[in-house]
């Protein structure tokens, strides 16, 4: 399994940025896509959860209103774009899968395949 997200990068508050998930060595169109996020200094955060049908199931409060997420099955990528960012979603940014766990609609589980993860920083 591999993953490799990309698209991160500086953008002023209130910008919006569209990150990729590149995925490879798995059956893609049949498992969940997480995204999370991790601050300097703090706890790895969930973001949101892409079914495996693309099907956007999980918006953490935190971004909630801010979020589309997508998959390109064909493509093999997912997709999290932000929109109105801020200075608080300053992190680096990773998406996960598992072939045994999948999105809920009140929850993201812990996956256990990770990829690289690709900095955001928001200035104010």
């Known amino acids: 399994v591999q993953l490799q997200a990309s698209g991160g990068g500086t953008v002023q508050s209130g910008g919006s940025l569209r990150l990729s998930c590149a995925a490879s060595?798995?059956?893609?169109?049949?498992?969940?896509i997480g995204w999370y996020r991790q601050a300097p200094g703090k706890e790895r955060e969930d973001v949101a959860c892409?079914?495996?049908?693309?099907?956007?199931?999980y918006t953490a409060d935190s971004v909630k209103g801010r979020v589309t997420a997508s998959k390109e099955i064909a493509k093999m990528t997912a997709y999290l774009q932000i929109d109105n960012l801020k200075p608080e979603d300053t992190a680096v940014y990773y998406c996960?899968?598992?072939?045994?766990?999948?999105?809920?609609?009140?929850?993201?589980?812990?996956?256990?395949?990770w990829g690289q993860g690709t900095q955001v920083t928001v200035s104010s």
């Open positions: 996960a899968t598992d072939p045994v766990l999948w999105c809920g609609n009140t929850y993201m589980p812990n996956f256990g395949s």
């Open positions: 060595g798995f059956a893609f169109g049949s498992q969940s």
């Open positions: 892409i079914s495996k049908d693309g099907i956007l199931m």
